[in-house]
């Protein structure tokens, strides 16, 4: 099943906050194989993590 | 060229988003407005560099912050059940067929410098726009590095709202790190 933008963005927060499920895995590494908006979203994701992570060690 | 009719064209969209921080439908008008007059006063310095929708709802936010600070009686959206609805939420960055409205661009070396030096000031702009409990939620996440369930514990909420909470929160201070950039290289 193909997912969009919308719940692929939904996914790859979530898998910030827990881990994904085997078929939740599946549908987004797909999506992710075909949209670069969406490779570029869970960058920006991991990018603000680390630094936010930084900013709240007061580094 | 920047018309008046192109920023008019805007509003249903600003009201939107304007509704989804505010609760009060007059409030929300209200801003929408001061957003419109604005716009029309400064199309002049409208460098074209991003979309009219991108400038307007920049403009937008500074005067949701505004009346937030200005009017008490406008309640800051803080129970997620009277919130704006999932839907409501993800029409402002998606559009009707599920696909981004704007590109989403990569972050390279240069934006990843930015964000650690202008943090705590975009950070405070753009989360004085979100509901309190959704902020502090992605501060107990990402600043303190709290587990889900110790923040369900603290806000008094669910993992399912928790999770609603961080995702709408980390939407919107991505928006305002490529909003504030914007607004820096039109400077
Ligand atoms: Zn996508």
Same mark, same amino acid.
């Given at each position: 099943m193909m997912i969009k933008c919308k719940e692929a963005s939904w996914l790859i927060s979530a898998s910030l906050d827990r881990p994904l499920t085997l078929a939740e895995q599946v549908r987004l590494s797909m999506h992710l194989l075909m949209c670069g908006n969406c490779k570029n979203f869970s960058q920006q994701m991991a990018q603000l993590r680390a630094i936010a992570r930084q900013v709240g060690n007061g580094e | 060229m920047l018309t008046p009719e192109l920023i008019e064209a805007e509003r249903p969209y600003l009201m939107r988003y304007a509704l989804a921080q505010l609760r009060d439908k007059g409030a929300a008008d209200e801003a929408v407005q001061e957003t419109l007059l604005a716009a029309l006063e400064s199309a002049? =310095?409208? =460098?074209?560099? =991003? =979309?009219v929708r991108t400038w307007l709802t920049s403009i937008l936010r500074f005067k949701l912050i505004d009346t937030i600070r200005r009017e008490?009686?406008?309640? &800051?959206? /803080?129970s997620f059940e009277d919130e704006a609805s999932d839907d409501e939420f993800a029409d402002l960055f998606f559009a009707p067929d599920g696909h981004w409205r704007e590109p989403v661009r990569a972050w390279g070396g240069p934006e990843a410098t930015l964000i650690a030096r202008e943090f705590w000031d975009v950070f405070e702009r753009c989360s004085q726009a979100m509901p309190r409990r959704t902020a502090m939620a992605f501060v107990l996440r990402e &600043?303190?590095?709290? /587990?889900i369930a110790e923040i369900c514990k603290a806000l008094e909420i669910t993992a399912t709202n928790c999770s609603v909470m961080l995702y709408r929160a980390r939407m919107s201070l991505r928006e305002c790190f490529e909003i504030s950039w914007l607004g820096g290289a039109k400077a």
């Amino acid at each position: 099943m193909m997912i969009k933008c919308k719940e692929a963005s939904w996914l790859i927060s979530a898998s910030l906050d827990r881990p994904l499920t085997l078929a939740e895995q599946v549908r987004l590494s797909m999506h992710l194989l075909m949209c670069g908006n969406c490779k570029n979203f869970s960058q920006q994701m991991a990018q603000l993590r680390a630094i936010a992570r930084q900013v709240g060690n007061g580094e | 060229m920047l018309t008046p009719e192109l920023i008019e064209a805007e509003r249903p969209y600003l009201m939107r988003y304007a509704l989804a921080q505010l609760r009060d439908k007059g409030a929300a008008d209200e801003a929408v407005q001061e957003t419109l007059l604005a716009a029309l006063e400064s199309a002049t =310095s409208f =460098s074209g560099k =991003s =979309s009219v929708r991108t400038w307007l709802t920049s403009i937008l936010r500074f005067k949701l912050i505004d009346t937030i600070r200005r009017e008490r009686k406008v309640v &800051l959206v /803080e129970s997620f059940e009277d919130e704006a609805s999932d839907d409501e939420f993800a029409d402002l960055f998606f559009a009707p067929d599920g696909h981004w409205r704007e590109p989403v661009r990569a972050w390279g070396g240069p934006e990843a410098t930015l964000i650690a030096r202008e943090f705590w000031d975009v950070f405070e702009r753009c989360s004085q726009a979100m509901p309190r409990r959704t902020a502090m939620a992605f501060v107990l996440r990402e &600043l303190q590095g709290m /587990e889900i369930a110790e923040i369900c514990k603290a806000l008094e909420i669910t993992a399912t709202n928790c999770s609603v909470m961080l995702y709408r929160a980390r939407m919107s201070l991505r928006e305002c790190f490529e909003i504030s950039w914007l607004g820096g290289a039109k400077a």
